[in-house]
């Protein structure tokens, strides 16, 4: 009985992810707020609908009275957070709020699969989170100070990577974290923000070449300081955000094309510097040749998402566990393997609705220095998604990089809550704006 309870669960958590993936993108079409509204709470319910059904199934499969108060915390969890952010914030984006939900609920349900006990740690990270991030749509409404102190963004996250290089701790042959109070720590995680502002508040000020080349300067300094940590996953997240930053700031080909040379030659000699960086290539090239050795992460990771095919085998009737660090960096090939190719393609398209929902804001702000921020934190993003899903499938070599909200990692979890509301505060600011300049000719 529970394996036809699972057969068929499957089946529906990919009808309902669909659907949430469906309103997603028809939403646009709509100009009417209620029209819009409605779609969200179509959203909201398909999303609730999702995660109930997966729980119902872990709890079927493990017999665990544990997940069903862990259930109901997160549910209630859901419940307050887009509560609050309807009363505290009424212009908010509900399109972004809601995504930032679902992809969280995806996490909590894989990640229970995977790990419980890390599941549990997961939660309590997510909601700390929440509680901390509160205010940054209030602040990004409220200060225009922000774009007055660059130096101050630049030489703060340039000492946290300095310190990391120092003092860090060695993970699969890169220098990522230290340690406070115990608690590992990932401050590239949080000076991509800072590192944003600090180009954001240099361009809005001007983009003449001297402003150009100190930017630059400070640029090629974050990416060196993360090459030595051999922490290239980062790095490469750094400087594409900076090219592409650079180019919307001058619209100038010259810079864009120069930095593409410039980073393919970086390329060639980090591969030429690092050995974990030729053995990763190496098993990117031909994972088959030593499966039992460097190849075997990627290999497994193959066969998982080849086994999943399109519908997935089912919660809890897949071997996710054979991929090494596959709640962090491979977490998308658990999905596939369980819940499907289409499940997961879903989960992709509600990542890159995230990604059009940062690039038109940018789009749609008039100071520069919003727009950059905006756009900035949409590379970062983006970046991250692709270089997570690229290392998974074989598209790219692997580099060590989570999937926001999904992916077990604190670091990882607190730096997106903090991207996405300062997302919100910007939207929320165009929101009045245009509010306030309605107002106005009425």
């Not at 000076?191 to 600090?198: C, D, R």
């Not at 070449?209 to 630059?216: N, V």
């Not at 970086?266 to 990117?284: D, E």
Request: charged content about 15%; hydrophobic content about 55%; aromatic content about 16%.
């Amino acid at each position: 009985m529970v394996n036809i309870v699972i057969e068929v669960s499957k089946y529906l958590m990919i009808l309902l992810i669909a659907a949430y993936t469906y309103w997603n993108f028809s939403y646009f079409r709509f100009r009417d707020p209620w029209q819009q509204g409605r779609v969200c709470v179509r959203q909201n319910v398909a999303m609730f609908l999702l995660h109930f059904v997966a729980y119902a199934v872990l709890f079927l499969k493990s017999e665990d009275e544990r997940v069903i108060l862990f259930y109901a915390a997160q549910v209630i969890f859901l419940a307050v957070y887009l509560g609050l952010y309807k009363v505290f914030y009424p212009l908010r984006s509900r399109l972004l709020v809601n995504n930032m939900c679902m992809l969280l609920c995806i996490g909590f349900v894989i990640l229970t699969r995977l790990d419980f006990d890390k599941a549990i740690r997961q939660f309590v990270i997510v909601a700390v989170s929440a509680l901390v991030t509160w205010i940054i749509p209030f602040i990004m409404e409220r200060l225009w100070q922000l774009a007055k102190i660059p130096w101050v963004y630049g030489f703060a996250g340039l000492a946290l990577l300095i310190v990391v290089w120092i003092i860090g701790n060695n993970s699969f042959g890169a220098q990522l974290s230290v340690n406070i109070a115990g608690i590992a720590f990932q401050p590239s995680e949080f000076v991509k923000i800072f590192f944003v502002f600090f180009v954001a508040s240099m361009f809005y000020r001007d983009t003449e070449f001297k402003t150009i080349a100190e930017t630059t300067a400070m640029a090629a300094a974050y990416v060196l300081v993360l090459v030595l940590s051999k922490d290239l996953g980062s790095a490469l997240i750094f400087f594409l955000t900076y090219l592409t930053m650079l180019f919307v700031a001058t619209g100038s080909f010259l810079y864009l094309f120069s930095g593409l040379l410039c980073g393919c030659g970086a390329s060639v000699v980090a591969y030429q510097l690092f050995g974990h960086v030729r053995t990763r290539v190496a098993a990117w090239k031909n994972p088959w040749a030593d499966i039992d050795n460097r190849g075997y992460q990627i290999t497994q990771s193959l066969f998982a998402i080849g086994t999943g095919g399109w519908f997935g085998m089912g919660l809890y009737q897949g071997m996710p566990y054979k991929i090494p660090v596959v709640e962090k960096d491979f977490v998308f090939a658990a999905i596939s393997e369980e819940l499907g190719g289409i499940f997961a393609l879903c989960v992709l398209l509600i990542c890159l609705g995230c990604f059009l929902q940062f690039v038109l804001l940018a789009a749609r702000m008039q100071a520069l220095f919003y727009k950059l921020i905006a756009f900035g934190l949409a590379m970062v993003y983006a970046v991250q998604v692709f270089l997570t899903v690229g290392g998974v499938t074989k598209f790219i070599p692997s580099t060590g990089v989570t999937l926001p909200l999904v992916s077990y990692g604190g670091s990882s979890v607190l730096s997106t809550f903090i991207i996405f509301g300062v997302i919100q505060g910007l939207y929320i600011l165009k929101r009045n704006d245009e509010e306030d300049y309605e107002e106005e000719f009425d």
